[in-house]
């Protein structure tokens, strides 16, 4: 079974940056895909971002040009690099990872960031 286990969230001023790490119990070549996402109250959980095995990319329109996914093989751990955070970003956000064949899809616990005005 895999784990995956985020860290970085916390309080920051608009305008700021936070980084989150999404830790993986397994190497991230096992992974076709992996991501970002959140889920302000009220709503369902959304898409931040995403790196497939070949290392494209993917934004949400909101975050695009802010935000940065990143990975790292040798300490297997997934990286969202958040620069100047808005009140509306907001939220909990999750790490996500789909398996090699498409058929099992893994998550994290969740950590919270929260941007003041």
């Known amino acids: 079974q895999v784990r995956l286990v985020e860290s970085g969230g916390g309080l920051v001023q608009a305008g700021g940056s936070l980084r989150l790490s999404c830790a993986a119990s397994?190497?991230?070549?096992?992974?076709?895909?992996m991501g970002w996402y959140r889920q302000p109250p009220g709503k369902q959980r959304e898409l931040v971002a995403t790196?497939?095995?070949?290392?494209?990319?993917n934004y949400a329109d909101s975050v695009k040009g802010r935000f940065t996914i990143s990975r790292n093989y040798a300490n297997n751990t997934l990286y969202l690099q958040m620069n100047s955070l808005k009140p509306e970003d907001t939220t909990v956000y999750y790490c996500?990872?789909?398996?090699?064949?498409?058929?099992?899809?893994?998550w994290g616990q969740g950590t919270q960031v929260t941007v003041s005005s």
């Open positions: 790196i497939v095995s070949d290392g494209r990319t």
């Open positions: 996500n990872a789909v398996s090699s064949t498409g058929w099992t899809t893994y």
């Open positions: 397994a190497s991230l070549l096992v992974f076709k895909s």
